[in-house]
Nanobody, 132 residues
C-alpha cells in the first residue's frame, strides 16, 4: 500500500503563488507516475499535472500550462507542484496521486482518462483557495 502525505496549500490572492509537496511511502516510488488532481465544489475531479518515473517528461492540463510546474525528487520520494499566477478558478481541493507506470503506459493519458485512474493511490487532499 502506498501512502501519500501532502503539505502546502492555503489561501492566496489572485496572481499569487503556492507550492504543494507530496511524499510517498513506497519502496517502488521510481516505478510510479506521480500527479496532482483537483476537485472544486460541485465539479468532478480533474487531472492537473503528471510526471513520469524518471522526471524527464511532464504533462499538464491546458488550464494550468505555463503557470504550474510539476517536479519530483526520487531521492526523497517526493513530488512537487509549483503554482504561479493563480486564478480564482484554481480554487479546489488538490490531491496527490500515484499509479504504477506499467498499469497505465502513459502518465500523460493517466491524468486525462478516468478509467486509467481506478487503481490510483490518493493523498488526503490539501485545500487551495484563491481570492480576488
Amino acid at each position: 500500500q502506498v501512502q501519500l502525505v501532502e503539505s502546502g496549500g492555503g489561501s492566496v490572492q489572485a496572481g499569487g503563488s503556492l507550492n504543494l509537496s507530496c511524499t510517498a511511502s513506497t519502496t517502488y516510488y521510481t516505478n510510479y507516475c506521480m500527479g496532482w488532481f483537483r476537485q472544486a465544489p460541485g465539479k468532478e475531479r480533474e487531472g492537473v499535472a503528471s510526471v513520469v518515473p524518471s522526471g524527464l517528461e511532464r504533462n499538464y492540463d491546458d488550464s494550468v500550462k505555463g503557470r504550474f510546474t510539476i517536479s519530483r525528487d526520487n531521492g526523497k520520494n517526493t513530488v512537487y507542484l509549483q503554482m504561479t499566477s493563480l486564478k480564482v478558478e484554481d480554487t479546489a481541493m488538490y490531491y496527490c496521486a500515484a499509479t504504477s507506470f506499467d498499469s497505465v503506459g502513459s502518465c500523460g493519458s493517466w491524468i486525462r482518462v478516468p478509467r486509467l485512474q481506478i487503481n490510483n493511490h490518493w493523498g488526503q487532499g490539501t485545500q487551495v483557495t484563491v481570492s480576488r
